[in-house]
């Protein structure tokens, strides 16, 4: 795919940033991270596609690999700091991976996407659309999934209401901070974190930053063709939500298949790290 470079809003200091912090930037990574993995819509030991949409620094995609041996991935992203990353964070699935630049707003590059594809997932990238963008990309998705195929979305969202902002405010705050502490034995990163604006619902957001509420977003899947929609968590204004195309709806393993998790939702929880 051609070379792209990140969108305004978006610098490579803020990638180095992220990679950085993100364990301590994103609400409950690990959980959010346990919760796609276990909707993705196949058995642990098939073949298939899979694309992610801002792959970031790759900890997601590491464990969609891990978890699913045979599956091919492809990893897009804007920004080459973060791309260098994924190249050394996907080292040792190479053979499984390939890790590409796009621009989320063109539409070229839906074109180019494998066939047939299974799931496409999304982290922290889609709340840059505007709403008519966030309609046209799941749309373009829904053609180019394979039946019963998934879109799978963890992103922040729209509050419906100034209670709601102040909520998910207090809410991300207090799971930075109780990250921060956990995870170096300090605040440093926390205030890193408060200093620097990372928390949406504080303050006055970047332009760049265009989230859209729960409500529409699972309406616009419906209109796009997915015949499933559904959120399965939500904490600090962070929600992971998506569509399944019109077979099935999400995989149910049978008895004679391992079952990782819960196909239906985030009822469990798991130690793998998130990422952008």
């Not at 760049?208 to 616009?220: A, F, G, I, M, T």
Request: charged share 25%.
């Amino acid at each position: 795919m051609a070379e792209h470079t990140a969108p305004a809003g978006w610098t490579e200091e803020a990638s180095r940033a992220f990679i950085d912090d993100g364990a301590v930037f994103v609400p409950s990574r690990d959980e959010q991270i346990a919760t796609l993995v276990g909707l993705i819509p196949a058995r642990a030991d098939e073949a298939f596609a899979v694309v992610e949409l801002g792959a970031g620094a790759g900890v997601l995609a590491r464990a969609v690999l891990e978890a699913f041996p045979r599956c091919r991935y492809v990893a897009l992203d804007s920004s080459a700091t973060m791309r260098a990353r994924l190249t050394e964070t996907l080292a040792r699935h190479q053979a499984r991976v390939t890790v590409g630049a796009f621009d989320l707003a063109e539409r070229r590059w839906r074109a180019a996407l494998p066939t047939p594809l299974r799931c496409v997932l999304a982290s922290l990238v889609v709340h840059h659309l505007p709403a008519a963008g966030k309609r046209r990309l799941f749309a373009d998705l829904a053609r180019r999934l394979e039946p019963g195929g998934a879109l799978l979305l963890a992103d922040v969202v729209e509050p419906t209401g100034p209670a709601a902002r102040e909520a998910f405010a207090l809410q991300w705050d207090d799971a930075a901070r109780a990250q921060s502490l956990a995870l170096t034995g300090g605040l440093a990163a926390f205030e890193r974190f408060t200093r620097d604006g990372w928390n949406f619902y504080r303050g006055t957001p970047d332009p760049y930053d265009q989230p859209s509420r729960l409500d529409e977003q699972l309406r616009w899947l419906r209109a796009a063709g997915f015949a499933t929609v559904d959120c399965f968590w939500m904490r600090a204004g962070h929600a992971v939500f998506g569509g399944w195309g019109p077979r099935n709806g999400p995989h149910t393993p049978t008895r004679s298949e391992p079952r990782r998790q819960s196909r239906r939702g985030p009822r469990s929880r798991a130690t793998s790290r998130r990422g952008r």
